[in-house]
């Protein structure tokens, strides 16, 4: 029988364990681990006994207080309904105006409108309506389509080369690649685009300009104007402000020209409610100002 070997230093026994000299002590487990240990299993145990918790095939145990988080979250939805009817109802029936010009409908708006627009526009548009490459910049009000709330709302309900049947088709040509102008007209057109913002511009584009207002003259005015200002008829930009959809670099511009540009915007109809339409196309107004 093997002897019970102690630690000389301390005289308390070891497990027999060694490691380069060394012996393990013998150490029971603390109390104040066995404490919790036992509390956590008899909570594991009344848990299973009180609540929903194991799988049985195609149900589970309902336990016995019988609650169910699903019916649980559906009255808390339909009372956060209820609460909310008091105030959407009069958004439903009054006119974008009219909500406009109530400040305590305008605070609902501000308010449920940012969740809305986080919850489907940010991902785009940047979580303060800023854009980026290739998606507008709705707080520059740069709007292609027209900014009053009855043009904002209809452009959410519609969207922008959507499916849905009524959607706004707008389409920059692709003037270069498909052969409308050579290498020398983009660049020479690009350089007047770009003069119009009076943008920095190097001597070599300085030298395009006029040779670009002719290309410009010929091929571009029937979408942008012939002062560049755009048509929200046509969902052409206006290309004397600073908001570039995408970029105002030299490179940029002559890429959109040579290339051709066709946004896309998803229409809502459908996967929003009208009274969400109008709370978003109020909130995307609002975009911009005290420091929104």
Avoid at 3 to 28: F, M, Q, V, Y
Avoid at 78 to 89: C, G, I
Avoid at 188 to 208: C, F, G, H, K, N
Avoid at 227 to 238: K, L, M, N, Q, V
Wanted: hydrophobic share 40%; glycine share 12%.
């Amino acid at each position: 029988m093997a002897t019970e070997r102690h630690d000389p230093a301390t005289g308390r026994a070891t497990t027999g364990h060694e490691w380069n000299g060394i012996e393990e002590l013998e150490t029971p487990i603390p109390r104040v681990v066995v404490f919790f240990l036992t509390v956590t299993t008899l909570f594991a145990i009344g848990y299973w006994i009180l609540m929903p918790a194991w799988p049985l095939g195609v149900t589970y145990t309902k336990g016995l207080l019988g609650i169910d988080q699903r019916d649980v979250v559906t009255r808390q939805v339909e009372d956060a309904a209820a609460a909310r009817a008091a105030w959407t109802s009069r958004i439903a029936g009054a006119s974008l105006q009219e909500i406009a010009a109530d400040d305590g409908l305008m605070r609902h708006v501000r308010e449920t409108g940012r969740t809305l627009f986080i919850d489907n526009c940010a991902v785009c548009h940047g979580t303060r309506g800023s854009g980026g490459p290739g998606f507008p910049n709705l707080a520059a009000k740069a709007w292609l389509w027209g900014g009053e709330p009855e043009t904002i709302a209809e452009t959410i309900r519609i969207g922008i080369n959507a499916t849905n049947e009524e959607t706004r088709v707008s389409q920059m040509m692709a003037f270069g690649r498909d052969g409308i102008l050579d290498g020398t007209q983009v660049r020479a057109v690009a350089a007047y685009v770009r003069s119009l913002s009076t943008l920095p511009m190097d001597a070599a584009d300085t030298a395009e300009v006029e040779a670009g207002k002719e290309v410009f003259a010929a091929n571009c005015v029937a979408c942008h104007g012939e002062d560049g200002r755009g048509s929200t008829e046509a969902g052409a930009p206006d290309l004397t402000d600073a908001a570039w959809i995408y970029g105002s670099d030299a490179q940029s511009v002559f890429t959109s020209i040579y290339s051709g540009r066709q946004g896309h915007m998803p229409h809502w109809e459908g996967r929003l409610s009208p009274v969400d339409i109008k709370l978003l196309a109020l909130y995307v107004g609002t975009l911009g100002e005290d420091g929104q």
